[in-house]
């Protein structure tokens, strides 16, 4: 299969209008529910327009093809995100906070975002075609997070760390790639476990005499 371009990515129109945003929410609606039964390999867009109660050709005035139902369930993954996140620095990162409790808030977050739904996160990480403007988007998030932990960092008398910019991409990069292998791939059970295991790499590295 060739790769999509672009703008084969993108929605056809953007539903302005309420009579407009329904039946698009119905759309993504169904999508998550038959990527996440039965694959998105298997999941077409006539099973989608079937799941939603809408035409095929209704369907396709929205979104052209079955990556670009993927790519918008991905942005709307990255937005839902960001006040989640937003939220978890706040509480998290300040230096009155001990150490561990301030890793352990934002390790708590990072899971709880991504194990909604696990078994849509996996076809999200796993399937989901990125164009740039979703990387871009991913990585604003990222970024956004590694700036408020560098500042954090920096303050702390706890942390001991030469760069604090570098200790904080690690840290957000160890905890997401974690928690991604976790919730891809591990079986929810011990969530409590994994919580702790993480914290106590991270506050390992960000005290450890260097």
């Not at 169904?30 to 996440?36: D, I, K, S």
Request: glycine share 4%.
């Amino acid at each position: 299969m060739r790769p999509r371009k672009p703008t084969e990515l993108r929605p056809r129109k953007s539903p302005t209008q309420a009579r407009s945003r329904a039946p698009v929410q119905s759309i993504l609606e169904a999508a998550t529910r038959v990527f996440t039964r039965e694959g998105y390999a298997a999941g077409t867009t006539n099973r989608i327009a079937d799941v939603a109660g809408v035409s095929i050709g209704s369907l396709y005035e929205y979104f052209p093809n079955k990556e670009a139902l993927l790519v918008a369930l991905m942005e709307a993954h990255v937005a839902e995100a960001v006040p989640v996140l937003a939220r978890a620095a706040d509480a998290a990162l300040r230096p009155d906070l001990p150490l561990r409790e301030s890793v352990a808030i934002l390790v708590r977050a990072m899971i709880e975002l991504h194990a909604r739904d696990r078994a849509m996160h996996r076809v999200l990480f796993e399937e989901a075609p990125r164009p740039p403007r979703v990387r871009a988007q991913v990585e604003a998030v990222e970024h956004m997070m590694v700036a408020a932990i560098t500042g954090f960092l920096a303050q702390h008398t706890a942390a001991h760390v030469p760069d604090p910019g570098r200790a904080a991409q690690v840290l957000v990069h160890a905890i997401e790639g974690l928690t991604h292998q976790w919730v891809l791939h591990g079986d929810g059970t011990d969530e409590a476990a994994w919580v702790e295991e993480l914290v106590v790499l991270c506050v390992a590295y960000l005290t450890a005499n260097r």
